[in-house]
């Protein structure tokens, strides 16, 4: 069946239908009004006080901002264009120019916005092209997505992983009076919900948050009739931060993102900053929303297997060849990276060891580790294989530098050889070795250096405040107001790790957070690390390495066998801005930190080390521990 276009007799809605879906869209706006599928008339819901449909928007603030939030802008188009018509395929572009007449109410860019609709297809794509132009003021861009919003008396079960999906409470049970707001507005105590099953349970859109390389099918199923709405991301390619860069997916309301640029897990340092008249243009997506349905009947739960078989048929199909702008390349048009990566610790192994399990890839060039803090290029990852092996495929043309870091291993890689990709282009950089920070052998060491403190003690929740989901599960740490635990298991005093005896598994906590001493008052957290040493060299210099998962508005400073001098041996300055302590994730920025120990200030027998996160003026600041080890002086 060809693929038909017209428009209604209200001449403001667009309507495309291949048979099996029909998209409406307002006209110009590329607002989506309704999604028609599988007998139900409109996947979408048109009730909502505020949000409805499916739409592009964006949060944009004034130059010189350091906020994360700033005005929120519904992106509705000014001019509707055919760009694509026949048998097999449509794609419309609704397009938004800028101009001085609305500076201060829309963000400086032209936005084109395009949907696609191919043969017989069960579903429909969707991407847009960001520009900046000499012309155009500075503005910080904050955030980007789509969103859908679904039937809220339809879409009832939600699926984010094969082991992290449920039936999901209702919309009205997050308000007063059936709901309580908690620390946050966005997490709600179900007090007393329409179903009484969810009653005491907490419900947080980010609770349901995943890693970029993960986060590549989710959504909702309907069970009257069995009807599966799913968002499928087949690349990072255009998303920022990097692969382990965390952000949302759906959520009560019932919701569907598709997340492009966002500060989440981040802070202030993934901001797009444009300064006035500088030329960007970036192109975010395609995405697939993919639609299934079973038989009445049959098990609604299997449309989950069937979505994610799809998206691995999407990624298969990376780059598309559909996609009609000049901006998207084909695949003939990128190039491909290959090289091995080898890691050399002396004091590991006299050899190069292969750098099994590396994630290595191409950024903009900035530091080596820029690429977490990186929003405005692309970025290309893959993993490196038993021996080290890797093979980037699909690079936009451009300049690179190519980047990588290890589990089990401290810091980041970079080369030093600038890569320029050109159409067709394979590069075999040959065989690059990484030294990571490394002074002496290891006197001693807490954690696992794989840039995220699940490794460390994750309490059980309050009894009051849970979400069912994760009770039993490997991300026990998705539960909500796991910071007000420390005080419980340290009511006096703070936590002692004597190394030799102490468990990390069992005896760090995941978070060095504040204490809580009264209504909306904290004190700040010192930690002790205690050690011995049997055989001092006082004239030698111990260094102390710090990896950090985890930073939010906290300065960590490092004293050694007395608590009280001043100033202290080390000090990281404030830092960070991830706010991952509260919602929820075992990680947001990797920082590392390298401190010179005089062998002077320590002692034959037990030392300490003190650890305090001075900075106490909420329960979110504080910090999670990756990795901390102690090395003695050289040797070899």
């Known amino acids: 069946m060809a693929i038909g276009i017209f428009t209604t007799k209200l001449e403001n809605l667009v309507v495309i239908d291949n048979g099996v879906v029909q998209l409406t869209l307002t006209n110009p706006g590329g607002i989506v009004r309704g999604i028609r599928y599988s007998g139900i008339d409109n996947l979408l819901e048109l009730h909502n006080k505020d949000l409805n449909g499916g739409f592009w928007d964006l949060n944009w603030s004034e130059p010189g901002s350091s906020k994360t939030r700033g005005k929120f802008d519904t992106i509705e188009g000014t001019s509707l264009r055919v760009i694509v018509e026949n048998e097999e395929q449509i794609e419309l572009s609704f397009t938004r120019t800028w101009d001085p007449s609305v500076q201060g109410e829309q963000a400086p860019l032209t936005i084109d916005r395009r949907f696609v609709m191919l043969r017989d297809s069960p579903g429909f794509y969707s991407y847009a092209i960001f520009e900046h132009s000499k012309d155009f003021p500075g503005f910080n861009l904050n955030t980007t997505r789509i969103a859908f919003m679904l039937r809220k008396d339809k879409f009832h079960y939600i699926a984010v992983a094969d082991n992290r999906q449920r039936y999901m409470p209702l919309p009205e049970d997050r308000l007063p009076p059936r709901g309580q707001q908690l620390a946050y507005p966005e997490a709600v105590l179900l007090v007393d919900p329409v179903e009484p099953e969810f009653k005491g349970e907490v419900d947080d859109k980010y609770e349901y948050t995943c890693e970029n390389k993960d986060n590549k099918v989710h959504g909702w199923i309907c069970f009257d009739p069995p009807v599966g709405f799913w968002q499928i991301t087949p690349s990072n390619e255009f998303r920022n931060g990097g692969p382990f860069k965390q952000d949302l997916t759906s959520h009560v309301n019932p919701t569907t993102l598709a997340i492009f640029h966002t500060s989440h897990y981040a802070g202030e340092d993934l901001l797009l900053k444009f300064q006035p008249g500088e030329i960007w243009k970036k192109v975010l997506g395609p995405v697939f929303i993919y639609l299934n349905s079973v038989p009445e009947g049959d098990n609604a739960l299997s449309l989950w297997n069937n979505a994610k078989e799809e998206m691995e048929k999407q990624v298969q199909s990376w780059p598309y060849s559909f996609a009609a702008s000049d901006d998207f390349p084909k ?55 038993e021996n080290g092996y890797f093979v980037v495929n699909n690079i936009r043309t451009g300049e690179y530098n190519l980047y990588a870091w290890i589990p089990g291993f401290i810091g980041d890689y970079k080369s030093e050889i600038s890569l320029t990709i050109t159409p067709g282009c394979d590069i075999d950089v040959g065989e690059l070795i990484y030294e990571p920070p490394r002074n002496g052998p290891t006197l001693w060491e807490i954690g696992i250096p794989d840039r995220t403190a699940a490794e460390f003690y994750v309490p059980d929740p309050n009894p009051m405040y849970i979400n069912k989901l994760y009770i039993n599960h490997p991300d026990r740490f998705r539960q909500y107001g796991l910071w007000e635990r420390y005080a419980d298991l340290y009511p006096d005093k703070d936590l002692v790790f004597t190394v030799g005896v102490s468990d990390y598994k069992k005896d760090w906590f995941y978070a060095q957070v504040t204490r809580k001493t009264g209504d909306k008052a904290y004190k700040s957290t010192t930690w002790q690390i205690k050690f011995n040493i049997d055989s001092l060299d006082k004239g030698g210099t111990y260094t102390l390495r710090l990896a950090l998962a985890s930073a939010h508005n906290s300065d960590l400073q490092v004293r050694i066998n007395d608590e009280t001098s001043n100033p202290p041996l080390f000090s990281t300055g404030v830092i960070g801005g991830d706010n991952a302590i509260a919602r929820h994730g075992i990680h947001g920025i990797y920082w590392l930190f390298n401190v010179d120990v005089p062998g002077a200030q320590l002692i034959e027998g037990e030392n300490t080390i003190y650890l305090t996160q001075v900075k106490s003026n909420s329960p979110f600041q504080g910090i999670m521990y990756d990795y901390i080890r102690l090395e003695s002086p050289a040797t070899i």
């Open 331 to 385: 695949s003939c048009q990128r190039g491909t990276v290959r090289g091995k990566l080898l890691v050399h610790d002396r004091y590991v192994d006299n050899e190069s060891i292969p750098a099994k399990a590396a994630y290595i890839g191409l950024a903009r060039p900035g530091d080596s580790g820029s690429w977490q803090r990186e929003s405005k290029g692309y970025q290309f990852w893959t993993t490196a294989d």
